[in-house]
């Protein structure tokens, strides 16, 4: 596939954050590999960017899809640093970090110091309404329940061996289920939060071990200079930022819009491969990423390699909807003294939980304004989605009346609708995700990335995006 120039040919697949990461870092590699090639992104919309997606408005920065990402998994953070953007990235709003959980009908604060399913600070857990005396005791005997077995298990089961059934269902399915639009009745403990398996592990109690990990955090807080970061970050223009600049810095000739890619098959000669469009056209590469969600990754590499595509298109997705409303601040009663909040599936309303974007990264709404971003998921309310925009505006518009006050017509209502983005980690996950590493291993100039696989997260794409250009690039060295 070398050209006439004695250069190598790659191509990325899939244009969101996964193969622009793919794509910026083999350019990188190669050039400091002296490795002589040349690089072609092939995304089938009309934009790059996948999920992530901002638009301003009137003076409103809005979040069509994520509105953040993690500052503790380094790759994100890293890939800023070496863009040079790190200076536009914000962190979360320093004097509202609380956020709150909806419970019969009424909107109260989570304890401080409460992570996910269990608290690091006992005074706050002691006082706060949201559990029952008995719901309390039961968390509490987490710190004698001995130790459970190696396997894998769902993040429910986990949660109510160690917690009770009121800590998963009044909290811990609310926060959990919100970050991975997923019933965490199915959700693999092992291949989404490990770090409560290490904490089982070393501290025999969940309880202990967050006590622990926040006394050891505010002796390191006091210890360490320099610039701290917040859990969360984003960029004072909004997370477009991120994919603007990468755009920017990959040559011109390297993004390709409205390709879609149908399939992909080893050339004749076993040296590289082909690439054939939905337009009939066909593009030859030594090196191909596929950085596709798994059921359209399955799709694509059917005839080369049958078995991989059967544990591809195992992976369940989930869809949901980010819905962004505005209101003049006025018009609604609550205060909005937090970051938002989520909603237990037993209340039976129609959004998951709801950010005060305003609030939480500052610059998103005029002022006198707020902005407010809910979300929904096919996982939970699957008639939703059979649902016309103006119908998922008036279901959110029902709830939030009746949680926030909201008195009044929103200034504007915008409605996105991410169809199967989101991977569905089930219990058993981490098995398949090997099978299908070690099918992928087998061809030779091939990688996948994507949030099918070690995590879903921005950070994690990034990363599984960088990491498939680096074994593209070994690949030509074998
Ligand atoms: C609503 C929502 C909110 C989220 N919030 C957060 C958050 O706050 N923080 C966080 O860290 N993560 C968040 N995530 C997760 C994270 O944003 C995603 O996992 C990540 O952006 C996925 O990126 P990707 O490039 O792998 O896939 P995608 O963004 O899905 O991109 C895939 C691209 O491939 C293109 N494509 C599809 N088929 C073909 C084909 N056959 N040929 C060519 N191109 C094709 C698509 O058009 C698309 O552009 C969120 C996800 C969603 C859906």
Redesign the pocket.
């Known amino acids: 596939m070398t050209n006439i120039f004695n250069r190598k040919q790659a191509i990325v697949?899939?244009?969101?954050?996964?193969?622009l990461a793919a794509c910026y870092r083999l350019i990188a590699e190669s050039k400091k590999r002296g490795i002589p090639l040349d690089v072609k992104l092939?995304?089938?919309?009309e934009r790059?960017?996948?999920?992530?997606r901002t638009s301003k408005q009137d003076g409103f920065i809005i979040e069509h899809?994520?509105?953040?990402?993690?500052s503790v998994k380094p790759w994100a953070k890293a890939l800023c640093e070496e863009l040079g953007i790190e200076d536009q990235l914000i962190g979360t709003n320093p004097k509202e970090r609380r956020s709150f959980v909806l419970r019969k009908g009424k909107l109260y604060p989570v304890p401080e110091g409460f992570y996910m399913m269990a608290p690091a600070s006992l005074w706050p857990f002691v006082k706060t309404p949201i559990f029952s005396w008995l719901g309390k005791l039961r968390m509490g005997l987490d710190l004698f329940i001995p130790r459970g077995k190696d396997d894998d298990e769902s993040v429910e089961h986990f949660v109510k061996r160690r917690l009770g059934k009121e800590a998963f269902t009044r909290l811990a399915q609310p926060m959990i289920g919100g970050v991975y639009t997923t019933d965490a009745k199915d959700l693999s403990l092992k291949a989404t939060m490990p770090q409560f398996i290490e904490m089982e592990r070393e501290y025999g109690s969940i309880i202990k071990a967050l006590i622990a990990r926040k006394k050891k955090s505010q002796q390191s807080a006091g210890s360490t200079s320099g610039p701290r970061y917040s859990l969360f970050l984003s960029f004072e223009s909004g997370m477009q930022t991120l994919i603007d600049t990468l755009v920017e810095r990959l040559p011109d000739s390297c993004i390709q819009l409205g390709?879609?890619?149908?399939r992909v098959e080893n050339s004749p000669d076993g040296e590289g491969w082909h690439v054939h469009l939905n337009n009939q056209e066909r593009m030859d590469a030594d090196l191909v990423c596929v950085?596709?969600?798994a059921w359209?990754s399955a799709t694509?590499v059917e005839t080369v390699a049958p078995e991989l595509a059967k544990q591809l298109a195992s992976i369940p997705y989930a869809s949901?909807a980010?819905i962004n409303l505005a209101f003049r601040r006025e018009e609604v009663a609550h205060p909005l003294d937090g970051m938002g909040f989520v909603v237990p599936t037993g209340e039976g309303r129609s959004i998951l939980g709801c950010s005060f974007s305003h609030v939480k990264f500052e610059g998103r709404a005029p002022v006198d304004y707020v902005l407010l971003r809910s979300?929904m998921a096919d996982v939970f309310h699957a008639a939703l989605f059979n649902q016309s925009e103006s119908e998922l505006i008036e279901s959110v518009l029902g709830d939030l009346r009746e949680l926030l006050g909201i008195k009044g017509t929103p200034t504007f209502a915008t409605v996105s609708k991410?169809s199967k983005?989101?991977a569905q980690y089930r219990v058993g996950h981490l098995d398949v995700v090997s099978q299908i590493e070690a099918y992928s291993r087998k061809l030779r100039g091939f990688a996948l990335a994507?949030?099918a696989y070690r995590g879903?997260?921005?950070?994690d794409?990034i990363n599984s995006g960088e990491e498939a250009a680096q074994i593209l690039l070994d690949s030509l060295r074998d």
Do not use: Q, W, Y
């Open positions: 697949i899939g244009g969101g954050i996964t193969g092939l995304e089938a919309s790059v960017g996948g999920v992530i899809g994520p509105d953040a990402f993690l390709s879609k890619v149908n950085a596709l969600p359209g694509l949901s980010t979300f991410h983005a989101m994507g949030n879903r997260g921005i950070p794409c």
